[in-house]
């Protein structure tokens, strides 16, 4: 769904625990090891598989956040 949403691939990790394995790049970074977030995630973080976009769901979801973007308008002033 996020592929067809942002219409991008989306490359999925080895791991499950991303937020811990974010905190451990950014101390391997901080501890020296690497000497940037970058290299850190070249060297840490493992790529199983690419998902690709379904073009022909494009239209659909711009549609649904079209009406989404619209009813935020209208009931904006009911959150002031």
């Given amino acids: 769904m996020f592929a067809d949403v942002l219409q991008m691939p989306i490359e999925l990790p080895k791991t499950s625990e991303l937020g811990t394995l974010g905190a451990v790049i950014c101390a391997a970074v ?7 977030v970058d290299a850190a995630v070249a060297g840490m973080v493992k790529i199983t598989g ?15 956040y079209n009406r989404y973007i ?3 308008k209208v009931l904006d002033n009911y959150w002031n």
């Avoid at 901080?30 to 940037?36: E, L, S």
């Fill in 30 to 36: 901080g501890a020296g090891y690497y000497p940037n």
């Fill in 50 to 64: 690419v998902v690709t976009p379904d073009k022909n769901k494009k239209e659909a979801y711009n549609k649904k």
């Fill in 70 to 72: 619209q009813a935020i």
